[in-house]
Nanobody, 120 residues
Framework: QVQLVESGGGLVQPGGSLRLSCVASGSIFSINVMAWYRQAPGKERELVAAITSGGSTNYLDSVKGRFTISSEYAENTVYLQMNSLKAEDTAVYYC??????????????WGQGTQVTVSS
């Protein structure tokens, strides 16, 4: 059974930084994409950043230049470095792995979520 375990959330003042980590436990292979999503109260879950196994990245416009996604695919680990945090970044952050098997079957795995609160 594969589980994604996130860490690094917390309370930070505006302008501060946090680093989120997500590691997969259990046997997992053929991961094509690792990503971070977030969901604020009363809002839909949105993609924050993603990184492919080839190293390509994409970001939500509002976090470009402030957030950086990185990964260690061999270790099934993904990070999200968040700088210059704003109140509007407050949300529960979820990591997501997309696994694509040779027979083209796709599986998505989700972490349990970690709360990020930006407040003075």
């Amino acid at each position: 059974q594969v589980q994604l375990v996130e860490s690094g959330g917390g309370l930070v003042q505006p302008g501060g930084s946090l680093r989120l980590s997500c590691v997969a436990s259990g046997s997992i292979f053929s991961i094509n994409v690792m990503a971070w999503y977030r969901q604020a109260p009363g809002k839909e879950r949105e993609l924050v950043a993603a990184i492919t196994s080839g190293g390509s990245t994409n970001y939500l416009d509002s976090v470009k230049g402030r957030f950086t996604i990185s990964s260690e695919y061999a270790e099934n680990t993904v990070y999200l470095q968040m700088n210059s945090l704003k109140a509007e970044d407050t949300a529960v952050y979820y990591c997501n792995f997309v696994q694509k098997l040779p027979d083209m079957t796709v599986y998505r795995y989700w972490g349990q979520g970690t709360q990020v609160t930006v407040s003075s």
